[in-house]
């Protein structure tokens, strides 16, 4: 398949509200997506909807994304970016939060972003090009919140394997870069964002006094993802109405 003048895009959790966003703008614009997720039915309607290649895949497999990156490099020859959207959201305080849904959570958000990160530095440093790698943390990496001891350690360790990823690769003009989002409406958060109440408790957290919307995460993903940000590198970017760095109002 030839796409020798077309930009070529992996997005892994691209099943959920954020990555089937990013899905929508990079083919708006003319690129090749890669898409990959869990839930079938979802992937289905993406692809559908957007004209992406659609690959069903569980990112805590190590095996399984190599696979994934391996069809990319047999079917295409080469890769412009790549982004990890595969999370979860545990909201509990330590002491009530079990072994198992530790290990999940960790698995979820870590090892996934791990796994994702390895194998497509693999083929994107054979490149002369470099690429582009983001990665989703979350404002609760770098600011406490209550109930958010389990998710905010296993974001807070993606952002740290984003920026020793990016000093390591940068020699390959690879990128490696993060996006932290506040809380953003999503089918993941739709318990929360659903609830008057706890929505708009949230609404009031965040400075711009709303919730986020997945269009706007996805900009800042794409914005990334674009080779005209060729020179920025290590970065963790906040999209998250000002609540990781701007007082609430009073």
């Known amino acids: 398949m030839s796409t020798d003048n077309q930009p070529v895009y992996l997005i892994v959790g691209g ?21 990959t997720g869990r839930d079938r039915a979802r992937l289905a309607t993406i692809g559908s909807e957007t004209g992406a290649i659609t690959l069903e895949l569980e990112a805590k497999n190590s095996t399984a994304v190599d696979a994934v990156l391996q069809y990319i490099d047999a079917n295409f020859g080469h890769l412009d970016g790549v982004v990890n959207c595969a999370g979860s959201i545990l909201l509990k305080p330590a002491h009530l939060i079990s072994d198992h849904e530790f290990a999940e959570t960790l698995a979820l958000n870590l090892t996934t972003a791990f796994n994702v990160l390895r194998a497509s530095t693999r083929m994107l440093m054979r490149q002369s ?56 409406r999503t089918n993941l958060t739709q318990s929360l964002t659903h609830n008057d109440a706890i929505a708009k408790a949230s609404a009031a957290l965040h400075p711009l006094g709303r919730i986020g919307e997945p269009s706007e995460v996805g900009s800042a993903i794409c914005w990334l993802l674009n080779s005209q940000q060729a020179w920025i590198t290590g970065q963790v970017i906040g999209v998250d109405g000002g609540l990781g760095s701007v007082q609430a109002r009073g």
């Open 15 to 35: 099943s959920g509200g954020i990555g089937a966003e990013v899905t929508r703008q990079l083919v708006a614009n003319g690129a090749v997506v890669v898409v």
């Open 129 to 184: 090009g470099g690429g582009s790698i983001v990665l989703c943390s979350s404002v609760a990496a770098r600011r406490g919140l209550l109930n958010h001891e389990a998710i905010a350690a296993a974001k807070a360790g993606v952002e740290g394997l984003a920026l020793a990823a990016a000093a390591s690769y940068a020699r390959y003009k690879v990128r490696v870069n993060c996006v932290a989002p506040g809380l953003t």
